[in-house]
């Protein structure tokens, strides 16, 4: 069975920073290009950033100089470190692995950027 389950969400100040991880399991976790979504209340869910199995990596405008992602093969774990965290950047957050047409994706994580 397939799980990926997210965890570090917070409610965190502007300007502050938090580290989202991803644990995998069920897949063959270094073969796959990892990525991180998130979704505001009334809007779209949106790419954040990915990375490859390859350790590529591309991001969202919005977010780019922020936040980086980065993975660990071993652990079968991919992180979001996101710093100079902005109110727009509340949403929930999602992991995603992707191998062709194969998608997984997770239950979530909420982060709330507040003061």
């Known amino acids: 069975q397939v799980q990926l389950v997210e965890s570090g969400g917070a409610l965190v100040q502007p300007g502050g920073s938090l580290r989202l991880s991803c644990a995998a399991s069920?897949?063959?976790?270094?073969?796959?290009?990892m990525g991180w979504f998130r979704q505001a209340p009334g809007k779209q869910r949106e790419l954040v950033a990915t990375?490859?199995?390859?350790?590529?990596?591309n991001s969202f405008d919005s977010v780019k100089g922020r936040f980086t992602i980065s993975r660990d093969n071993v652990k079968k774990t991919v992180y979001l470190q996101m710093n100079s965290l902005k109110p727009e950047d509340t949403a929930v957050y999602y992991c995603?692995?992707?191998?062709?047409?194969?998608?997984?994706w997770g239950q979530g994580t909420q982060v709330t950027v507040s003061s």
């Open positions: 995603n692995a992707a191998q062709r047409a194969v998608v997984y």
């Open positions: 069920g897949i063959s976790f270094s073969i796959y290009t």
């Open positions: 990375i490859t199995n390859t350790g590529y990596t």
